[in-house]
């Protein structure tokens, strides 16, 4: 079964950085897009960056220039770097992947960005 993993949130302050992970398991990997999706209380989750098989990227307006999506397929891991951290960045990021038409979510980590 298709099993995403995430690691590497917490708590940081404005400006710093952070590098989230996604281990990834159940489907060949190496052939599909991943992506990071990020959810503020109360509001909805949105497409924060995505990868494809050949490592084309796009990335969100709001994070542009400060995140970067990258991925391992050695080692089955998508990443998300986190540069120059905002308070508004502050969310649970979730890895997902669209197999044979179906979405597959990770349990989500939370990333906190307050000094």
């Known amino acids: 079964q298709v099993q995403l993993v995430e690691s590497g949130g917490g708590l940081v302050q404005p400006g710093g950085s952070l590098r989230l992970s996604c281990a990834a398991s159940?489907?060949?990997?190496?052939?599909?897009?991943m992506h990071w999706y990020c959810q503020a209380p109360g509001k909805q989750r949105e497409l924060v960056a995505a990868?494809?098989?050949?490592?084309?990227?796009s990335y969100a307006d709001s994070v542009k220039g400060r995140f970067t999506i990258s991925r391992d397929n050695a080692k089955n891991t998508v990443y998300l770097q986190m540069n120059r951290l905002k308070p508004e960045d502050t969310a649970v990021y979730y890895c997902?992947?669209?197999?044979?038409?179906?979405?597959?979510w990770g349990q989500g980590t939370q990333v906190t960005v307050s000094s």
């Open positions: 159940g489907f060949i990997f190496s052939i599909y897009v």
């Open positions: 997902n992947v669209v197999v044979q038409e179906a979405d597959y």
């Open positions: 990868i494809t098989a050949g490592g084309r990227t």
